[in-house]
């Protein structure tokens, strides 16, 4: 069953039953990605389909090369594929199009990866694989990609390097590549996070400091093979800069407290 959503009829956000629907969401930002919406969901369909039943959401972020409608013809003719679609009148950047589509997910497990098809489907399960094990650590709260092989320009791999460098010296937060769009974590995790935009770059930190532990696992990189990047490496600067400040300060504000301590005492009747 296909679903399409327009911005500013989005429902508000629900808890999800484990009980129904699909135990994995594909998540997918996309803006100005038409030439590669096929492939990607191929793929994407491909290998969640060996993790049981899942769905796909796409964000249509303001595309203006009709990746809206390339997006919706793949769902009318794919009537079998769980598929969701988000349109944003216009672009509100990858955050927001993420969040907009965990929103409305109904997968307990969320897993993220980028439209312009540089993030391989193929690593989809091993991502997912520790959250959906039925043994998984109650406080496993997100698995990271790192990519190693990187395809991209080499002054933007050298920026990155150097990102990455200065953001674990500030906010130790374990992980050498947080720019990697393959993501697997909790949903209601997630959505508890303070929201902000830009914080898909600071995952692990936002994860740790909310309690929870993270996994990070290597992932391969592809190089891209249609569009074109969105940002470049003087915009990530002046953003990442401001942010990393603002990170900084949302961890060291953070209210410690014990899940584990935490008690919940509930009466009276109750809609299951």
């Given amino acids: 069953m296909n679903r399409v959503v327009q911005e500013g009829l989005l429902p508000a956000s629900q808890p999800v039953r484990a009980d129904i629907g699909p135990g994995l969401s594909v998540v997918i930002p996309m803006r100005d990605e038409a030439a590669s919406v096929t492939e990607l969901l191929d793929g ?7 993790t049981g039943r899942f769905e796909i959401c796409v964000t249509d972020d303001g595309s203006k090369d009709g990746t809206g409608e390339v997006l919706r013809d793949y769902a009318r003719n794919h009537p079998e594929l769980d598929m969701t679609i988000v349109t944003l009148p216009a672009s509100a950047g990858q955050s927001a199009a993420v969040h907009e589509a965990v929103k409305v997910a109904r997968g307990r497990v969320i897993c993220t990866l980028d439209g312009d098809g540089q993030n391989p489907p193929s690593e989809i399960s091993r991502l997912v694989a520790p959250l959906l094990d039925p043994a998984a650590p109650d406080d496993l709260g997100l698995v990271a990609g790192q990519r190693v092989g990187r395809k991209d320009t080499a002054s933007k791999r050298i920026a990155s390097k150097l990102a990455n460098r200065i953001r674990g010296w500030v906010l130790r ?19 508890a996070l303070p929201y902000f935009n830009h914080m898909h770059r600071f995952l692990p930190a936002l994860f740790k400091r909310d309690g929870w532990e993270i996994a990070l696992v290597d992932v391969a990189h592809a190089p891209r093979v249609a569009g074109r990047s969105k940002y470049n490496n003087f915009q990530r600067a002046i953003v990442g800069a401001t942010d990393l400040v603002g990170v900084a300060w949302l961890i060291r504000r953070r209210k410690k407290i014990d899940r584990a301590a935490i008690g919940v005492t509930r009466t009276g009747r109750s809609e299951p």
Avoid at 44 to 50: D, F, H, K, S
Avoid at 173 to 191: I, N, P, Q, S, W
């Fill in 173 to 191: 937060d374990g992980t050498r590549d947080t720019g990697c769009g393959l993501k697997a974590f909790r949903r209601d995790a997630y959505l």
């Fill in 44 to 50: 994407c369909a491909r290998t969640a389909a060996e």
